[in-house]
């Protein structure tokens, strides 16, 4: 599996941007990139996932290098609740197990 | 709330026993998988399956077993517990189509604690 390396922890504030990058070197042409978050106490969940195209959806926006060997996880206004650590994951087509790095503990000042 | 449930929310229980987690997948989705986390070793998958039949197994013990069964629902066996199988355990489902990639959907989890 391809891995993929992020910062260890972040920082933002309430109602700022947020954007969490995702270094992905060695990544394939048929995997995709896909971003789940776990807040505290509970399980991951689903963020958002691309392939080559920029994404958007209700809860971010992810962007992707034209290279495709980084990408960058948007929350356009942090909030409280979006404090978790989130992985960035490369999951090849067919294949349907995550594979899960270490993630970026993001925390969110009020 | 993702629709997936998990049974019991903790088990404590002692080396060398066996325990049986369960769980029960969203409405529809006919794969489940199930993952570990540990402090140390973060979340891990360990085996996938899909309508009944195992489809993909990762860093799955051999004391540890799983099945699922017609009505969809899953269950994890561990068995001869050790203290470093401390961990918690988490079933996720998803609904499996051919050329999609669908999100998974993650229960709560048990938390396992072996004394």
């Known amino acids: 599996d391809a891995k993929t390396t992020q910062p260890n922890s972040m920082e933002s504030n309430e109602e700022e941007p947020v954007h969490l990058p995702c270094n992905h070197s060695?990544?394939?042409?048929?995997?995709?990139i896909h971003w789940y978050r776990q807040l505290p106490s509970q399980g991951p969940e689903y963020v958002i996932h691309?392939?080559?195209s920029n994404v958007n959806n209700r809860m971010a926006s992810l962007a992707i290098a034209e290279d495709r060997k980084s990408s960058t996880l948007i929350l356009h206004r942090a909030t409280l609740r979006d404090a978790a650590v989130y992985y960035c994951i490369l999951r090849d087509r067919g294949a349907q197990k995550l594979v899960f790095g270490q993630g970026t503990r993001l925390t969110i000042n009020p | 709330d993702s629709g997936v449930t998990q049974t019991p929310k903790h088990l404590i229980t002692a080396t060398g026993q066996r325990v049986t987690l369960r769980c029960s997948p969203r409405?529809?989705?006919?794969?489940v998988y199930w993952y570990q986390q540990s402090l140390d070793q973060g979340l891990q998958f360990l085996i996938q399956?899909?309508?009944?039949?195992?489809?993909a197994k990762g860093n799955i013990l051999e004391r540890f077993s799983a099945q699922q069964f017609p009505d969809l629902h899953s269950e994890l066996n561990l068995s001869s517990l050790e203290l470093g199988d401390s961990a918690l355990y988490f079933c996720?489902?998803?609904?499996?189509?051919?050329?999609?990639?669908?999100?998974?959907?993650f229960g709560p989890g048990t938390r396992l604690t072996v004394l």
């Open positions: 691309g392939l080559t």
């Open positions: 409405s529809g989705d006919l794969s």
């Open positions: 060695t990544i394939s042409g048929t995997d995709y």
């Open positions: 399956y899909y309508n009944g039949e195992e489809r």
């Open positions: 996720a489902s998803s609904v499996e189509t051919s050329g999609s990639y669908n999100e998974q959907f």
